[in-house]
């Protein structure tokens, strides 16, 4: 597992990553929460991409996984919105792909390489 120094403590305490899950469906949600938390990673949720923007600018997460098909913004959308605030921009960003069509992973590849 991935950690770092602690901010303000000694060299010999570590803090596991923020990770930030943007998702609608709560039973797949509560799957990569549970897995990731039984990991000891610190994880924040959110149920839709307007949520998950907010949060992310609350919690300002070390990683950030998002679904791709969500409704009222979608994931495409979300990273959008996060690359253009420098305060979010930076956030590494992982689409989560449940059952997307081709050419809908097509997209996000071609955002990301224009993002990047």
Same mark, same amino acid.
């Given at each position: =597992? #991935?950690?770092?120094? +602690? ?13 930030? *899950?943007?998702?609608? @469906? ?5 799957? $990569? %929460?549970? @897995?990731?938390?039984?990991? !000891?990673?610190? %994880? %924040?949720? #959110?149920?839709?991409?307007?949520? !998950? *923007?907010?949060? +992310?600018?609350? #919690? =300002? ?6 679904? $791709? =098909? =969500? ?22 960003? $992982?689409?989560? *792909?449940?059952? +997307?069509?081709? +050419? ?5 590849? @071609? ?6």
């Amino acid at each position: =597992m #991935a950690c770092y120094p +602690a901010d303000n403590r000694s060299p010999t305490e570590f803090v596991m990553p923020k990770i930030l *899950v943007i998702e609608d @469906s709560p039973e797949v949600r509560e799957r $990569i %929460v549970t @897995s990731l938390t039984f990991e !000891g990673f610190n %994880v %924040v949720e #959110a149920g839709d991409g307007e949520a !998950g *923007v907010r949060m +992310a600018h609350e #919690a =300002m997460p070390d990683l950030i996984i998002c679904d $791709i =098909m =969500m409704p009222k913004l979608d994931g495409h959308a979300t990273l959008s919105a996060l690359r253009e605030d420098a305060s979010t921009a930076s956030i590494p960003f $992982i689409f989560s *792909v449940q059952k +997307a069509r081709p +050419a809908i992973c097509a997209k996000a590849c @071609s955002l990301a390489r224009t993002i990047i």
